[in-house]
């Protein structure tokens, strides 16, 4: 078995000659939504499409804005018909939507019963984020309470990501989504929030003055660089 290298397109040469050499592939960059159609279904469906570490079938598609959303929709039925915990969709966050975007893509995933796999956006060929200044542009507490049926720590990479961008953005620490970060995992984090209670507000989007930081500990705390900056204080 091996990965075989990602295919712009649904279907095609490729597609079909994995099928008749039996091969087991990992489609590792996402398929394109655009091309799956009921012919490019009937192809990929003879495919033994695997995630990465080649221990279950699993399909990837993308899913980088909203523009995205309704194509999705209207292929909900292919899309249920790969089966079960079947389809996984990368969704890219970090650099150019604002919340309300992300979390209308979000819903739509939850909805459709799909696997989101969130990635944070790293620069790349000199091309920087674009984060909107007006990033959160709704209310915060309704995309913080979504839940998924799998891949929960994934989702809580992204709601640190909005922990960090929110102090930075208003100067404090929203605490009932720390609370709901270390809610199941990494639950003894959320102490070193605590014990700085001037960083803390559960009063939504209330502007802060900036506190001193000349030690960095803010900065670290709001990094998630805090406790492995302790570990290596007290070495």
Not at 79 to 95: A, H, I, K, M, S
């Amino acid at each position: 078995m091996f990965g075989l290298s990602p295919l712009p397109r649904c279907g095609g040469a490729a597609s079909r000659d994995a099928h008749l050499r039996r091969y087991s592939v990992n489609f590792n960059q996402s398929l394109d939504i655009d091309f799956l159609n009921g012919r490019t279904f009937r192809l990929l469906e003879k495919i033994d499409s695997r995630n990465a570490r080649f221990t279950k079938r699993m399909f990837y598609f993308a899913c980088n804005g909203t523009n995205d959303i309704n194509k999705f929709v209207e292929r909900r039925d292919l899309l249920q018909r790969f089966g079960e915990n079947c389809v996984t969709v990368l969704t890219l966050y970090g650099f150019n939507t604002r919340l309300s975007e992300d979390y209308r893509r979000f819903l739509m995933l939850r909805r459709l019963r799909l696997i989101p796999f969130l990635l944070e956006y790293q620069p790349v060929a000199d091309v920087a984020a674009r984060v909107p200044e007006d990033f959160f542009d709704m209310d915060l507490d309704a995309p913080i309470r979504l839940t998924f049926r799998s891949n929960d720590q994934n989702w809580e990479k992204y709601l640190r990501w909005v922990s960090r961008l929110y102090f930075l953005t208003f100067g404090r620490f929203y605490l009932p989504l720390l609370k709901i970060i270390y809610r199941y995992n990494r639950k003894e984090n959320i102490r070193k929030f605590l014990d700085r209670p001037e960083l803390l507000t559960s009063e939504l989007y209330r502007t802060y003055e900036k506190l001193p930081d000349p030690d960095s500990r803010i900065a670290q705390l709001a990094n998630g660089t805090a406790k492995r900056s302790w570990k290596r204080a007290r070495s």
